[in-house]
């Protein structure tokens, strides 16, 4: 029996309530320590941090999405941002000379924010039937840029007169808000065994989800492609910030970029929600991981703020439905008592993913390109790219991450078990 249909969409409503404040807070963190450094690296260092306790923690991660009531997982996970955002913003308030502790909070709240999200990935399938998931799944994707779109705008208001704290203080106000309301939500649960588990029994239950998935190839394909474009993805788009800025010079125009690449996301998650049921999931997964190739290339190679924010929001434009269905997939294929363990998996291999694109896209991008390449005899196109204007050796990077990114999409979908799992998803 399942609970109200009004249900999961008040409970998407309350978490991106909580969200804008979160990324509010995000967006002025990252341009007091751009400010600060005046390097790219350390926003790449925070956003390696945030990740490092689901690449060594994600087995245990999932087996407390999987054993705890759901809920509670993510009321956790919720709390525990809220307090680390407080501590961080306390730490830049006071930086002198190293961020060290920075990204030790970091650290801690990135534990929290793979048990939250672990969580509610687990929570869409109890919620609704199985016709209904690329919608709420898509529901969920669309929180992160809808908080985009507002944010961006709101922080710019903000910062500058007012400075970081009012902003901490509008993000503790919707997390009291969107979290407390939360709590007494009459979230659907599943039975649990009772009585302790053996440590034995633990440690295999923390690599279930991986047993899962290497029974079952055609997904471990797919995950791993995912991966890949975790990878490409992660590194580069962390490097927008000082990206728009170095190619405009102007705070206005960094606002409306911004505004325009969440809008993009945004623009792509509103039409799956509306579209509600994809029978041809990877014909769509993969058709937008071609668009975000092609405009990553035109994102690097332009220099007007209209073709850049065109550029960007093209490449948005798919992300938050192809990450919507291909969360659709994996749930329609797996047991419910075992989702947050291969949900858990799946953060595993975006958490080795990730902190390998953020190591190398920062050095890349403030050291090594300026190091190599002068010295270099260049294609006529490479030079054409380097010497367009400010921001040349990022905008490089976009056109590199853009071919490797076809090259992995070429490469997963030549695989039939792959292109059959539209087909084989009705089979189980």
Not at 66 to 71: A, E, G, H, L, N
Not at 135 to 143: F, S, T
Not at 144 to 155: E, N, Q, R, Y
Not at 170 to 191: H, M, Q, R, S
């Amino acid at each position: 029996m399942y609970p109200s249909k009004a249900l999961p969409y008040v409970f998407f409503g309350l978490q991106g309530f909580s969200m804008l404040g979160s990324r509010m807070t995000s967006i002025a963190i990252g341009l007091k320590l751009f400010h600060e450094t005046g390097q790219s690296t350390p926003l790449l260092l925070l956003a390696l941090f945030n990740e490092l306790p689901l690449l060594f923690l994600g087995g245990w991660i999932g087996i407390a999405a999987d054993r705890w009531k759901r809920k509670t997982a993510i009321i956790a996970g919720d709390t525990g941002q809220a307090v680390c955002t407080l501590l961080l913003v306390i730490c830049l308030m006071n930086i002198h000379s190293t961020l060290w502790p920075v990204y030790g909070i970091a650290a801690v709240q990135g534990l929290f924010v793979a048990l939250q999200s672990t969580a509610t990935s687990a929570m869409i399938p109890l919620m609704v039937r199985d016709e209904e998931l690329d919608r709420m799944n898509a529901m969920k994707e669309l929180l992160f840029p809808l908080a985009g779109v507002i944010a961006p705008s709101l922080t710019g208001l903000l910062y500058e007169p007012y400075g970081i704290s009012i902003i901490l203080a509008a993000d503790l106000l919707t997390f009291l808000v969107g979290t407390g309301v939360v709590a007494f939500l009459p979230l659907p649960e599943i039975k649990h065994e009772e009585g302790p588990l053996e440590e034995v029994r633990i440690w295999n239950d923390a690599i279930q989800g991986f047993r899962f998935l290497w029974k079952n190839k055609p997904l471990l394909y797919l995950l791993l492609y995912f991966g890949w474009w975790n990878f490409i993805l992660n590194g580069p788009l962390e490097l927008a910030i000082p990206f728009f800025l170095q190619r405009t010079g102007s705070s206005d125009a960094l606002t409306l970029l911004l505004g325009a690449m969440n809008a993009g996301a945004l623009a792509g998650a509103a039409a799956a929600v509306w579209w509600g049921h994809f029978r041809y999931k990877i014909r769509f997964i993969f058709t937008g991981s071609i668009l975000t190739s092609l405009m990553f290339v035109l994102l690097g190679t332009s220099t007007q703020v209209i073709m850049l924010g065109a550029a960007v929001f093209l490449l948005m434009l798919p992300l938050a439905m192809t990450g919507a269905l291909f969360y659709s997939i994996l749930q329609r294929k797996m047991p419910l008592s075992l989702q947050g363990r291969v949900f858990a998996a799946y953060g595993q291999l975006c958490a080795v993913t990730a902190p390998l694109s953020f190591l190398i896209t920062g050095p890349l991008a403030d050291q090594w390109l300026e190091r190599l390449l002068p010295g270099t005899k260049l294609s006529p196109w490479l030079t054409w790219i380097i010497d367009s204007e400010n921001g040349a050796w990022i905008g490089f990077i976009f056109v590199v991450s853009g071919i490797l990114l076809l090259l992995g999409a070429m490469w997963t979908l030549s695989s039939r078990q792959v292109r059959r799992l539209d087909s084989d998803i009705d089979d189980l």
